[in-house]
C-alpha cells in the first residue's frame, strides 16, 4: 500500500486545481468563485503541486 496516499492527494489536488482554474478564467457559471482571477493563479499552483504528490506516489510504488 505504499504510496497510496500521496496518489490519492495528488489525484485530489490536480482535479481540485483544474476546477478552480477554469472558474477563475470564467468557463463556469453560477459560483462565487467564477471570474476572480485569483483563482485562476491558485488553480493551477495547486495542480502542479498535484502531479508532484503522483509523481511521488508512483515512485514510491515502483519498489513494491
Do not use: E
Request: charged share 10%; glycine share 18%.
Amino acid at each position: 500500500m505504499k504510496g497510496w496516499f500521496a496518489l490519492s492527494l495528488g489525484l485530489l489536488a490536480v482535479v481540485t486545481g483544474a476546477v478552480w482554474t477554469v472558474q477563475g478564467l470564467g468557463y463556469v457559471s453560477d459560483s462565487i468563485m467564477t471570474g476572480q482571477r485569483i483563482w485562476a493563479v491558485i488553480g493551477p499552483a495547486l495542480a502542479a503541486v498535484g502531479l508532484g504528490l503522483l509523481w511521488r506516489g508512483m515512485r514510491s510504488r515502483q519498489g513494491d
